[in-house]
């Protein structure tokens, strides 16, 4: 996929940024005005301090009643400043909460309807860098950095007027550097722009090395590869260290160029005010005040070049962020259509999960409702590929499958979430208690029904003889408990939802001989009333299926029950005998 264009202005990155607000923007930009009349109060403070000295410098006096006004006066903006500040840091910071918050819901969405290629493609930290780290850095930018640059406006602004009422000249002068500032700034921000996209890649790839060794540390130290990974590990890091030095020294040059060409203005002022002091066009008193106050002019454009930085890896991680927003996602149906019963049926289906590469070559079948199908075969034949297929992890590439005579296209994905259960063969827990990883699909669930599906699935057991019982807590993934737990609960789960149709991938594989006959028993009763399809290895789970297909390279060698593909001298058979003989 191409990176979505990089806006070729800063006020292009604006909008763009701008446009994530959302309901939020009356908010902010309530807030980003309230900035700006910060700024002007302090503008006026300046005014009313620079007329009191040019009066004072001009022999002037002043009354203790007029005393008491300026005073007041400052007193007032000094107020104004505090007031303003308060309510325009709270606005920024609650409309930049609510839409980030409504941007990250807006992409772990966009993520769960987005095809199981998309995240395979990927590297682990990358999403999760997107959600995180990128986010992150929008949310500062939109509550810091938007109203700072109102901020720094509104003080350059409040004095370009006050020199434009001692002398027009002398505005016009001060605005010339500024003009001239301006071109060199947007220039350098396309530059900063493309390297603050390499650098939030890099950082993501650094959060996918760490992920990885994390999740892989106990392999990892087994096979005595430590060294090997934290080198992985640490050339990531370094190469995010690299680029964000680039990024900063890039950075410093053209704030430096920037800032000189600004700050020329200083010079350029005095020369032609004195120029005009001379010609007798301009008052002594009027020249001390821009003197004065023209440091106040550039001081605050030169705190927002601070602002650019931020401002390029907020658009850099926009661009991330519209990589996976532009992804497309699996297609919904228009007008959802509801299945007549729960058959499944694959008619032609071809799929492969590379190009070039099919995983199933026009496969047939059909499982009737309320009925067993067993898949076997070798390893990369396509089995758990099928089971893929009808959870709608991925669409097919030609044919179709229809669910009670409906294409799976035609179903609402919530409808087909609702309608199938699966359970994998690496069991996943969430972090939680057992009670809520056992309620996943069921959430109303209550405790006897908890309880009730947890006996079935033969965890009841260990679950009580647990310190916590069904409060104990589990770890991420489920590490603090044996795969055989695992699966259980996993199972456990897959009854209480008491999903129409349910999908066993090789459920069984970490399940000890001993709990091994009990397990069969309750997914016998799991199978009663339900069209089940399992991928299996083990001849005791093989054998009780209505039909059995059995797969190699992606099609159908053989199907019917056990008793009959026995009988034939085919590829089942040989298989069995394999098996058998494994087991021996």
């Given at each position: 996929?191409?990176?979505p264009?990089?806006?070729?202005s800063?006020?292009?990155?604006?909008?763009?940024?701008?446009s994530?607000?959302g309901?939020?923007?009356?908010?902010?930009?309530?807030?980003?005005?309230?900035?700006?009349?910060?700024s002007?109060?302090?503008?006026?403070?300046?005014?009313?301090?620079?007329?009191?000295?040019?009066?004072?410098?001009?022999g002037?006096?002043?009354?203790v009643?007029?005393?008491?006004?300026?005073t007041?006066?400052?007193?007032?903006?000094?107020?104004?400043?505090?007031?303003?500040?308060y309510?325009?840091a709270?606005?920024?910071?609650?409309?930049?909460?609510?839409?980030?918050?409504?941007l990250?819901?807006?992409?772990?969405?966009?993520?769960?309807r987005?095809?199981?290629?998309?995240h395979?493609?990927?590297h682990?930290?990358?999403?999760?860098?997107a959600?995180?780290s990128?986010?992150?850095v929008?949310d500062?930018?939109?509550?810091?950095?938007l109203?700072?640059?109102?901020?720094?406006?509104?003080?350059?602004?409040?004095?370009l007027a006050?020199?434009?009422?001692?002398?027009?000249?002398?505005?016009l002068?001060?605005?010339?550097?500024?003009?001239l500032?301006?071109?060199?700034f947007v220039l350098?921000?396309?530059?900063?722009?493309?390297?603050?996209?390499?650098?939030?890649?890099?950082?993501?790839?650094?959060?996918?090395d760490?992920?990885?060794?994390?999740?892989g540390?106990?392999?990892i130290?087994?096979?005595?590869?430590?060294?090997d990974?934290?080198?992985?590990?640490h050339?990531?890091?370094?190469e995010?260290?690299?680029?964000?030095i680039?990024?900063?020294?890039?950075?410093?040059?053209?704030?430096?160029?920037?800032?000189v060409?600004?700050?020329?203005?200083?010079?350029?002022?005095?020369?032609?005010?004195?120029?005009?002091?001379?010609?007798?066009?301009i008052?002594?008193?009027a020249?001390?005040?821009?003197?004065?106050?023209?440091?106040?002019?550039?001081?605050?454009?030169?705190a927002?070049l601070?602002?650019?930085?931020?401002?390029?890896?907020?658009?850099?991680?926009?661009?991330?962020?519209?990589?996976?927003?532009?992804?497309?996602?699996?297609?919904?149906?228009?007008t959802?259509?509801t299945p007549?019963?729960f058959?499944?049926?694959?008619?032609?289906?071809?799929?492969?999960?590379?190009?070039?590469?099919?995983?199933?070559?026009?496969?047939?079948?059909?499982?009737?409702?309320?009925?067993?199908?067993?898949?076997?075969?070798?390893?990369g034949?396509?089995?758990?590929?099928?089971?893929?297929?009808?959870?709608?992890?991925?669409?097919?590439?030609?044919?179709?499958?229809l669910?009670?005579?409906v294409?799976?296209?035609?179903?609402?994905?919530?409808?087909?979430?609702?309608?199938?259960?699966v359970?994998?063969?690496?069991?996943?827990l969430?972090?939680?208690?057992?009670?809520d990883?056992?309620?996943?699909?069921s959430?109303?669930?209550?405790?006897e029904?908890?309880?009730a599906?947890?006996?079935q699935?033969?965890?009841?057991?260990?679950?009580?003889?647990?310190p916590?019982?069904?409060?104990t807590?589990?770890?991420?993934?489920?590490t603090?408990?044996s795969?055989?737990?695992?699966q259980?609960?996993?199972?456990a789960r897959?009854?209480?939802?008491?999903a129409?149709?349910?999908?066993?991938?090789?459920?069984?594989?970490?399940?000890?001989?001993?709990?091994?006959?009990?397990?069969?028993?309750?997914?016998?009763?799991?199978?009663?009333?339900?069209?089940?399809?399992?991928?299996?290895?083990?001849l005791?789970s093989?054998q009780?299926a209505?039909?059995?297909?059995?797969l190699?390279?992606?099609?159908?060698?053989?199907?019917?029950?056990?008793?009959?593909?026995?009988r034939e001298?085919?590829?089942?058979?040989?298989?069995?005998k394999m098996?058998?003989?494994?087991?021996?």
């Open positions: 996929m191409s990176d264009v990089i806006p070729r800063d006020w292009g990155s604006l909008c763009r940024l701008w994530l607000l309901p939020s923007r009356p908010m902010m930009l309530a807030g980003i005005g309230l900035r700006f009349l910060q002007l109060a302090l503008g006026a403070a300046f005014a009313i301090v620079v007329a009191v000295i040019t009066e004072l410098a001009a002037g006096t002043i009354s009643e007029r005393a008491g006004g300026i007041l006066a400052l007193a007032v903006s000094l107020m104004a400043q505090i007031g303003f500040g309510l325009s709270r606005l920024a910071w609650l409309s930049s909460f609510r839409a980030a918050h409504s990250r819901l807006t992409l772990l969405r966009h993520l769960g987005l095809p199981m290629g998309f395979l493609s990927r682990n930290g990358d999403s999760v860098a959600v995180t990128d986010m992150q929008i500062s930018f939109m509550s810091d950095a109203p700072q640059i109102a901020q720094s406006l509104g003080l350059p602004l409040a004095m006050f020199l434009a009422l001692q002398d027009w000249v002398l505005a002068t001060a605005t010339v550097t500024i003009l500032a301006l071109p060199l350098s921000s396309q530059r900063l722009a493309r390297l603050g996209l390499i650098r939030q890649d890099r950082q993501a790839q650094a959060s996918a760490m992920i990885e060794y994390v999740q540390l106990a392999v130290r087994a096979f005595n590869r430590t060294a990974a934290e080198s992985r590990f050339t990531a890091l370094t995010f260290r690299d680029i964000s680039t990024l900063t020294v890039q950075l410093v040059r053209p704030m430096v160029l920037v800032g060409v600004l700050m020329l203005g200083v010079p350029l002022v005095i020369a032609v005010g004195g120029w005009r002091l001379h010609a007798g066009a008052e002594p008193m020249l001390i005040a821009v003197l004065v106050l023209i440091l106040s002019l550039y001081a605050p454009l030169m927002m601070s602002v650019m930085e931020l401002a390029r890896l907020a658009e850099a991680a926009l661009i991330r962020v519209d990589r996976i927003l532009d992804a497309t996602p699996l297609p919904q149906p228009v959802p259509r007549e019963g058959a499944l049926r694959f008619e032609a289906v071809s799929f492969g999960y590379t190009p070039g590469s099919p995983t199933l070559r026009d496969t047939n079948f059909t499982v009737p409702e309320r009925s067993t199908t067993a898949i076997v075969g070798p390893s034949a396509g089995k758990s590929t099928i089971l893929n297929l009808i959870a709608r992890f991925w669409d097919v590439e030609r044919g179709q499958i669910l009670g005579g294409n799976l296209r035609d179903l609402d994905a919530a409808q087909l979430t609702d309608l199938v259960t359970v994998f063969q690496d069991a996943w969430c972090s939680g208690t057992i009670r990883n056992i309620a996943l699909g959430v109303d669930a209550s405790d029904a908890i309880i599906a947890a006996r699935a033969q965890a009841h057991d260990f679950i009580a003889a647990l916590q019982g069904y409060d807590p589990v770890a991420e993934g489920g603090t408990l795969g055989g737990e695992r259980r609960i996993s199972i897959a009854i209480l939802k008491n129409p149709i349910v999908l066993l991938d090789e459920a069984t594989s970490a399940i000890d001989p001993h709990t091994d006959r009990a397990l069969r028993l309750a997914l016998a009763r799991l199978a009663e009333g339900r069209t089940l399809i399992m991928v299996a290895h083990k005791s093989v009780a209505d039909e059995i297909l059995m190699d390279q992606g099609q159908i060698t053989a199907r019917g029950p056990h008793d009959t593909l026995i001298n085919g590829p089942y058979r040989r298989w069995w098996q058998r003989g494994g087991e021996g």
